[in-house]
């Protein structure tokens, strides 16, 4: 029975103290973090609701994230993830891949905060739910008051 508690309070203490030191790393994930709202279509209509990452410092140009898809498909609502990753300055070339079709993307960002893309989804799966040519449109939203996810430019006085 001791010997137990003893693992017990380790894991506590093990679990405490990543949490203590991961609290000044999730408010820098914070600041460079946006939550995004987008029309796409992808031979269907689809709105799409997810989260974009900036990676820090010399990577500062790509943005990786995560979103949920929502169609309709046979009168059905159907929920479906997706992962991307951009190479963003002003202008964008990534790729999305959910469980459907991989869709490489070129566009263009203003400031980050508008995403205007297109691309061709190639179905990966017997239902070929997303194929063709796609066009897309996101907004970004910080989550910061002072958000590093947005393209600091200077601008001349």
Do not use: C, W
């Not at 973090?33 to 990676?55: D, F, K, M, P």
């Not at 990753?85 to 869709?103: D, H, K, T």
Request: no cysteine; net charge positive.
């Amino acid at each position: 029975m001791i010997i137990l508690n003893k693992k017990i309070n380790v894991k506590k203490l093990i679990i405490l103290s990543f949490f203590l030191t991961s609290i000044h790393q999730q408010a820098q994930i914070f600041k460079r973090t946006s939550i995004n709202a987008a029309y796409r279509y992808t031979g269907r209509n689809v709105i799409q609701g997810g989260l974009e990452y900036r990676l820090p410092k010399s990577f500062s140009n790509f943005i990786v994230g995560a979103s949920v898809l929502y169609t309709s498909i046979n009168d059905k609502a159907k929920f479906i993830p997706e992962f991307n990753f951009y190479a963003s300055n002003l202008g964008l070339l990534g790729v999305s891949v959910n469980p459907y079709s991989i869709e490489p993307r070129f566009g263009f960002s203003f400031l980050n905060t508008i995403m205007i893309n297109t691309g061709y989804a190639i179905p990966i799966h017997n239902e070929k739910y997303f194929k063709g040519i796609t066009f897309g449109v996101q907004l970004n939203f910080p989550l910061t008051k002072n958000s590093e996810f947005y393209h600091n430019y200077s601008v001349i006085k």
